[in-house]
């Protein structure tokens, strides 16, 4: 048999010693094709098989493995990409904790889960954590065979050659190490070097890196190890992974042994007792911080007894036996340069300041949050003002606060929040006890535009069928739909739609025709269909019920924005706005609607938008009126409940019953409710119907009621 095809493990010393020369000859040939005359002469996966070759041989025969093997990391060429690697035991995230709270919550926890008594002592290992990307480093036969990012916990990305021009990573371990021996840790770059990458970036005109963390995963996630070689990477040991065997029984023990294998494992790596230790040691750490030359975010606490991390398990990918404790957030100063005002996807209308790009933390931070209109006025920030940004950890970084000196911030102009949407030119208003101001325009708002289009043709609202949300993405990308009377525009676009990606002429037929059955809604789904503020179902349905047709409704609403009188003499725009909400309320006759509803009854119809909107809609769609049954009957309007065992027909039935008669049924007896209809053995809620003064009749009265009520609106 060819030496070249013969399986690894059927080779002897002789045919070996002659395959890694002409393997490492091969593979020399190869990069110097690829790397310096741009011109490859075999395919990426030949060049793999040759490459897991010669590292298998190496493996079996060590001796062979020459200092300049082609597997020994510089001059590697890595797969196409990064090969996916399975961990074989998943690497965990850390829980966090940011308070001395959470420290001593996590002793108690421990301790409870573990039921040690109060005097048991608790020893945790303490130890800086690193900022930077983790690592797996996999031995098999005392050699690197692999190294993989974290990637999702379970499977990573595989960098072996790349990891192997790091210094700090062995690639043989010594004699009587644990096989497999799988050792974890972080991958950083330290200050120094992270500036002068970042000069060096300049130099070349090429993107600088925003911190050491982002700078250190892509220099290891390099698709040419040579990059990788030339940037000054380091390592540190944290933990391990899968291990032939265990050579000590606490996670210190553990990391000593590490060490001893040849791994760099942090100075700062001790062994505290409880919350109380563990808080020293962070203390200590922060201290020390400033001077340690590399980024660190936090300590890291983990219980020292291995038995006793193996009894904690994990909970949702972390460690019950590892708490990893932040420092506090970082700040810095910087310049407010603009307050931009963006609408939120329900019309509430959010500022972002905008700031002169500083470094906080070592992230370079150009927006932050202001919250809402009361933030800014609370900080009374100004366009120009000096600032104080801070950041905690991933969160959006925050406003404390002005820093700028009295006179020159007196000399700024205050900063008026808008009261029209920037996105659409709608009034925006803020409701009583809002923190938020929201666009009114809510069905011709871009920025509103799919929510209100996805609530438009909901279930609940006009219920057609077959237009999924990704299909309104698709049309309102088309510039096909942007108003709720572009969906009844469809039907016409049947062509071009079945031409679009994933639909064909069976599906936008059956859309057409969903679309086509809609166009006589029921006056209450119409109404709640248009998505105004605080009109829910219910409240479209009483109110539906109350005027009948869309053009009662519309009459209202209509009075309701007339109905504008100017503030009494001495009264307050609060009690204005008060007096006048009650009174549009009032208009509305719905025992539902109070002062809430109806302000926002009146603030949509106010909006020339909306109406424009609505009435584009009618022109398409014409709500049906309400049955006259429902009109006529003496409970209509009125609100029921029924209570004890009926005997006559089921409850559900006397439900839809009442409801047909324009009844609203509620659950419970309130000082609301017009009506009690006791069936047998009624209980609680017949006696507070009594207490509360409630009309309250039997079955016999109810079905008498029915009847008369049915009979006298022709029904
Ligand atoms: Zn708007």
Known sequence: MDPATRPVDM???????????????????????????????ISDADYDAMLARLMAIEARFPALARPDSPTQGVGARPASGFAPFAHARPMLSLENGFAAADVLDFEARVRRFLSLAPDEPLVLTAEAKIDGLSLSLRY????LVAAATRGDGSTGETVTANARTLADIPHRLPPGAPDPCEVRGEVYLGWEDFAALNAAQDAQGQKRFANPRNAAA???????????????????????????????????????????????????????????GALAAWARLEARRPGLGFDIDGVVYKVDRLDWQERLGTVSRAPRWALAHKFPAEQALTRLMAIDIQVGRTGALTPVARLAPVSVGGVVVS?????????IARLDLRVGDLVAVQRAGDVIPQVLGVRTPPDAHA????????????????????????????????????????????????????DIEGLAVRSLEQFIAAGWVSTPADIFRLPARRASLAALDGWGEASAANLAAAIE????????????????????EVTARDIARRWA?????????DALVAHDPPPAPGESPERHGKRL?????????????????????????????????VRDLLALVAPAELLHEARASPIAGKTLVFTGTLELSSRDEARATAERLGARVAGSVSSKTDLVVAGRDAGSKLDKARALGVDVIDEQAWTALVSEASHASGA
């Open 11 to 41: 080779l002897d010393a002789e045919a070996a010693t002659a395959e890694v020369a002409r393997l490492a000859e091969a593979i020399g040939r190869a990069n110097k094709a690829y790397y310096q005359d741009d011109a490859p002469e």
């Open 140 to 143: 098999e036969g005392g050699r």
């Open 218 to 276: 892509g220099s290891l996630r390099q698709l040419d190890p040579a990059v990788t070689a030339a940037r000054p990477l380091r390592f540190l040991a944290h933990g391990w992974g899968e291990m032939g065997r265990l050579p000590a029984d606490t996670q210190f023990g553990m990391m000593q042994a590490i060490a001893g294998l040849g791994f760099p494992v942090s100075d700062t790596l001790e062994r505290v007792e409880g919350a109380a």
């Open 367 to 375: 927006n932050a949050t202001l919250h809402n209109e009361d933030e």
């Open 411 to 462: 000399a700024l102009s205050p900063f008026i929040f808008p009261d029209h949407c920037p996105e659409c030119g709608s009034a925006a208003v803020r409701e009583p006890g809002e923190a938020a101001r929201r666009c009114t325009g809510g069905l011709s708002c871009p920025a509103q535009r799919l929510e209100r289009l996805k609530h438009f043709v909901s279930r609940r609202a006009l």
């Open 517 to 536: 059955s809609r166009r006589a809604p029921a006056l209450d789904r119409f109404l709640f269909a248009l998505g105004i503020r605080h009109v829910g």
């Open 549 to 557: 047709s869309w053009q009662a409704i519309e009459a209202l609403l």
């Open 581 to 613: 909400a009650e009174e549009w309320a009032a208009r509305v006759e719905v025992a539902g609607v109070g002062p809430e509803v109806a302000r926002a009854l009146r603030d949509f119809w106010a909006e020339p938008h909306n109406r424009a909107t």
